[in-house]
């Protein structure tokens, strides 16, 4: 558990005035202020993760816990990733021969506690998800991902807890009131010294609009992750590169409303940005040292707004049956909008899990009035993780 008190730069704070949502974090409270700091607009929030873990077999092994789960190598997830808060969740893992086989049942809030006001109970909606991996070759490993979303009023759909079944049979036999989405990951180690990887979300598929018509039907909703890991670069011990593209249609992981949508306490359960996006991310890493560590990143984000609150297809919280037009959808259409991020972090370990740490960050948009937000932070980090919000 980890009890917080911090204050955020700008993008931050409209960010959680906007979603009443804190990034990878739940409940929160506003206000809190610093004489020694001198700010007043300081947020005050706990975060706490635990599990029990055991196996069943020599090959199926169960994890019960509240926390976070991430499908991939890239440093963002098409499929499932990190960003939102924590939830309850029951994992199972199957191991046999070359493959691997996970089901994560979760329970998910539709909204955030700060969106309600007042001692509510927030809407809970669920998640049933599995992902099958097979090691192609001992370099190449290729999994299938699927996943629904869905929320009854008295109960948990009972159907969805078959391990093996494909959801999308389950979900048109009920009446196909449900989110599905499919995917792929995969990843391929090449000559000992390049990883390539990527994912593909599909949300929803027509194959006379998506191949023969091609003229921007909304419905057309699916996801693009292509990777890069390079490491020891050019021959340095302990210099990695990474490089990344992630893109979305409008409208992807959107559905009819937020008991529904791919999201999770105001928050993507996905990729951070939402849909309607290009994104381009270069990661560089240094271990000169067993001591120092050196992390820089170079974020280029690109995407579309909405317009006088039309719905042109980023918002995740938004229903798709509110979007401006069938037709003549594409990538980046609405507002242009373009941040663009730098980051340096360099940490020094003073002894085991105790870390003394300099952090510079940038961040400019030309989203409004243009924001740039810079800061330089230093401190002593003691069994814990760096909080990034890169978005």
Do not use: C
Not at 280 to 309: C, N, Q
Not at 329 to 350: A, K
């Amino acid at each position: 558990s980890i009890e917080s008190q911090a204050y955020f730069p700008g993008y931050m704070q409209r960010y959680i005035g906007k979603y009443n949502s804190l990034p990878g974090n739940g409940f929160y409270k506003r206000g809190f202020s610093s004489d020694l700091l001198n700010f007043n607009r300081g947020y005050d929030f706990l975060n706490s993760q635990a599990y029990l873990a055991f196996n069943l077999t020599d090959h199926v092994g169960v994890q019960f816990g509240y926390g976070q789960n991430f499908i991939g190598q890239g440093y963002r997830s098409m499929l499932l990733s990190n960003f939102a808060n924590n939830q309850l969740y029951l994992k199972l893992n199957w191991r046999v021969w070359k493959l691997h086989f996970q089901n994560i049942f979760a329970e998910l809030k539709s909204q955030s506690a700060q969106s309600l006001g007042g001692s509510q109970l927030v809407p809970k909606k669920y998640m049933a998800a599995h992902y099958l991996s097979f090691d192609v070759t001992s370099n190449l490993e290729i999994g299938l991902y699927e996943a629904v979303i869905f929320n009854r009023q008295n109960q948990f759909e009972f159907q969805y807890l078959n391990p093996v079944i494909l959801y999308r049979t389950i979900e048109q036999s009920v009446g196909s009131p449900d989110n599905v989405l499919i995917g792929i990951n995969a990843k391929w180690n090449l000559w000992q010294r390049f990883q390539l990887y990527g994912q593909f979300i599909l949300d929803e598929f027509k194959f006379d609009e998506l191949i023969i018509n091609q003229d921007g039907w909304w419905g057309n909703k699916y996801g693009l992750q292509l990777g890069l890991n390079y490491p020891n670069v050019g021959g340095i011990d302990h210099l990695d590169l990474q490089l990344e593209y992630n893109t979305a249609r409008p409208y992807t992981y959107m559905h009819f409303d937020s008991l529904s949508n791919y999201t999770h306490f105001g928050a993507p359960l996905a990729h951070p940005l939402g849909a309607n996006f290009k994104e381009y991310i270069a990661l560089l890493t240094y271990r000169p040292h067993p001591k120092w560590l050196m992390e820089s990143r170079l974020i280029v984000m690109d995407y579309g707004a909405d317009i006088d609150g039309d719905n042109y297809g980023r918002e995740w919280n938004a229903s798709y049956s509110s979007r401006v037009q069938d037709y003549g959808n594409e990538t980046l259409q609405g507002t242009p909008v373009r941040n663009v991020l730098f980051g340096l972090d360099i940490s020094y370990s003073l002894r085991h899990n105790v870390f003394l740490d300099f952090h510079y960050f940038n961040r400019s948009s030309n989203l409004a009035n243009n924001f740039d937000d810079q800061y330089i932070a230093t401190g002593v980090r003691i069994n814990m993780s760096n909080y990034r919000a890169d978005f």
